[in-house]
């Protein structure tokens, strides 16, 4: 417990996380709780469910999850299990042209989870039974919202309201409150890390790497050019003043966003929305990047790119498209060892969290005090 209160020093005496918090399987779990359960955690996309009658399955903090747009094309969540003998109702992502159907015996859910038929529930041929009644039998809804296209969720039931939770960044990038259109299949993308998520988390919090990193990026947005974001409470990341890459060699340009500062001519930011959601805005584009963990050291992170005007999805910009998703495809790989280095140095036992720089690792420092504000609220033993 020592060890989780000297992160919450002021940067320049402060540690880093310990590393049990990386490591431990005991604090995985005890984590899991409460960071993933009692707050806001993004779970799928919008898109991965594009029409009704879409389900997606997900599985976060072992919890099996399924995400169904419904007959209104409304986004609902729920436990993906049978209310019978607790068989899981989908392996893979499906367009269902009838009700979600139990592969055990058949039990059958309409879009809004309601269960709707009980085959030979009393006996062959008997489709009823008094003692099953079918009303008191619906899938478990789990709390969720839908914001930029992101499901949320809170699976405790209990976290304040999903507006009071997101005001900060939607205040910060209230100019950007447009719609968004994805890029489509083209424009997602996932990528396996073999390291604990918040190491992930870290990383792109700050931009002190890019020169070491990301040469490429940093040929044109360097490390001069940036500057940190810090929110009171549950985000933090990093600006570039001159963000400008060069998709075409003719100089065409996506559509912007309408009515934007002139700040946004040249500015993108990038902020972790914590627990697990990193965000990019630019004036053409934004993208949400997902970390779904896997085991304390593995992680998946989705990726999905959306354009300003729906213009920017026709076949003039095909070849734009793609060449904006392999930029950032080729920027994320190249975090990969980096993260996943930092996981193998977390093994050694004389570590003790690691000094930070109190000029550019504010915002890394800052998703650590998150962190462990939410450790400390057990008496956990570190």
């Given at each position: 417990?020592?060890?989780?209160?000297?992160?919450?020093?002021?940067?320049?005496?402060?540690?880093?996380?310990?590393?049990?918090?990386?490591?431990?399987?005991?604090?995985?779990?005890?984590?899991?709780?409460?960071?993933?359960?009692?707050?806001?955690?993004?779970?799928?996309?919008?898109?991965?469910?594009?029409?009704?009658?879409?389900?997606?399955?997900?599985?976060?903090?072992?919890?099996?999850?399924?995400?169904?747009?419904?007959?209104?094309?409304?986004?609902?969540?729920?436990?993906?299990?049978?209310?019978?003998?607790?068989?899981?109702?989908?392996?893979?992502?499906?367009?269902?042209?009838?009700?979600?159907?139990?592969?055990?015996?058949?039990?059958?859910?309409?879009?809004?989870?309601?269960?709707?038929?009980?085959?030979?529930?009393?006996?062959?041929?008997?489709?009823?039974?008094?003692?099953?009644?079918?009303?008191?039998?619906?899938?478990?809804?789990?709390?969720?919202?839908?914001?930029?296209?992101?499901?949320?969720?809170?699976?405790?039931?209990?976290?304040?309201?999903?507006?009071?939770?997101?005001?900060?960044?939607?205040?910060?990038?209230?100019?950007?409150?447009?719609?968004?259109?994805?890029?489509?299949?083209?424009?997602?993308?996932?990528?396996?890390?073999?390291?604990?998520?918040?190491?992930?988390?870290?990383?792109?919090?700050?931009?002190?790497?890019?020169?070491?990193?990301?040469?490429?990026?940093?040929?044109?947005?360097?490390?001069?050019?940036?500057?940190?974001?810090?929110?009171?409470?549950?985000?933090?990341?990093?600006?570039?003043?001159?963000?400008?890459?060069?998709?075409?060699?003719?100089?065409?340009?996506?559509?912007?966003?309408?009515?934007?500062?002139?700040?946004?001519?040249?500015?993108?930011?990038?902020?972790a929305l914590f627990p697990n959601i990193l965000y990019g805005v630019h004036n053409d584009h934004c993208y949400a990047i997902i970390l779904l963990p896997v085991g304390q050291a593995e992680t998946i992170e989705r990726v999905s790119i959306y354009y300003a005007d729906k213009q920017a999805l026709g076949k003039e910009f095909a070849d734009m498209r793609a060449t904006n998703a392999r930029m950032w495809k080729d920027i994320f790989i190249?975090?990969?060892?980096?993260?996943?280095?930092?996981?193998?140095?977390?093994?050694?036992?004389?570590?003790?969290?690691?000094?930070?720089?109190?000029?550019?690792?504010?915002?890394?420092?800052?998703?650590?005090?998150?962190?462990?504000?939410?450790?400390?609220?057990?008496?956990?033993?570190?």
């Open positions: 417990m020592n060890q989780i209160k000297s992160v919450l020093l002021p940067i320049e005496t402060a540690n880093g996380l310990p590393n049990a918090c990386y490591t431990d399987p005991t604090m995985h779990r005890h984590e899991a709780g409460l960071v993933f359960h009692d707050g806001w955690t993004a779970i799928g996309f919008g898109c991965d469910v594009p029409r009704a009658g879409s389900i997606y399955p997900v599985t976060v903090s072992d919890m099996p999850l399924l995400i169904v747009r419904n007959r209104a094309g409304l986004v609902k969540v729920f436990e993906n299990v049978c209310r019978h003998r607790g068989m899981i109702l989908a392996e893979e992502p499906a367009q269902l042209s009838g009700p979600i159907s139990c592969p055990y015996h058949a039990w059958a859910y309409d879009l809004d989870g309601h269960l709707r038929a009980t085959p030979h529930v009393g006996g062959p041929g008997i489709h009823e039974h008094e003692d099953v009644d079918i009303s008191q039998l619906s899938l478990t809804e789990i709390r969720s919202v839908v914001w930029r296209d992101v499901v949320y969720v809170n699976l405790s039931g209990t976290a304040p309201s999903f507006d009071d939770f997101i005001a900060p960044l939607h205040g910060r990038w209230a100019e950007f409150d447009q719609p968004i259109h994805s890029g489509g299949s083209d424009s997602m993308f996932e990528l396996q890390l073999r390291c604990n998520w918040k190491l992930a988390v870290e990383n792109y919090c700050e931009a002190y790497h890019l020169p070491f990193v990301h040469p490429g990026l940093n040929s044109y947005s360097r490390l001069e050019d940036h500057y940190n974001i810090l929110d009171d409470e549950g985000y933090a990341g990093q600006g570039t003043l001159v963000y400008n890459p060069q998709l075409d060699s003719s100089g065409r340009q996506f559509p912007r966003f309408s009515n934007l500062s002139r700040k946004w001519d040249t500015a993108g930011e990038y902020c190249e975090d990969i060892r980096v993260v996943e280095g930092m996981q193998k140095g977390r093994m050694a036992p004389h570590y003790d969290g690691g000094k930070f720089s109190p000029r550019m690792d504010n915002p890394t420092h800052h998703f650590h005090k998150w962190v462990a504000s939410r450790l400390s609220r057990t008496a956990a033993t570190v």
